[in-house]
Nanobody
Framework: QVQLVESGGGLVQAGGSLRLSCAAS????????MGWFRQAPGKEREFVAD????????SYGDSVKGRFTISRDNAKNTVYLQMNSLKSEDTAVYYC????????????????WGQGTQVTVSS
């Protein structure tokens, strides 16, 4: 069983920046893809970003491209989400997720989830 512990959420003004962290334990971290998702009240869960097992491949949802950056430090079993140029539309609970394969896809979906951390962007 994989455990994910998140930190870094909070309140920030529009145009500001925030960095989320997610520490993983329970299996060989470096062998699996990781990702971030978000969900606002009453809305469907939305894909934000993912990163492959080695960190060599990343992808982003259309709404955050050019503003957010996902990275990982396998020596620390940690994945990060750097969020810049934040907008009020980014307000949501952000969830860290661990994959079931080296790359995130329909064949290898996210299997483990963190507890979520609240990000609120004021305007």
């Amino acid at each position: 069983q994989v455990q994910l512990v998140e930190s870094g959420g909070g309140l920030v003004q529009a145009g500001g920046s925030l960095r989320l962290s997610c520490a993983a334990s329970g299996r060989t971290f470096s062998l699996y893809a990781m990702g971030w998702f978000r969900q606002a009240p009453g809305k469907e869960r939305e894909f934000v970003a993912d990163i492959s097992w080695s960190g060599g491949s990343t992808s982003y949802g259309d709404s955050v491209k050019g503003r957010f950056t996902i990275s990982r430090d396998n020596a620390k079993n940690t994945v990060y989400l750097q969020m810049n140029s934040l907008k009020s539309e980014d307000t949501a609970v952000y969830y860290c997720a661990a994959g079931s394969g080296r790359y995130y896809s329909s064949s290898y979906p996210m299997r483990y989830w963190g507890q979520g951390t609240q990000v609120t962007v004021s305007s």
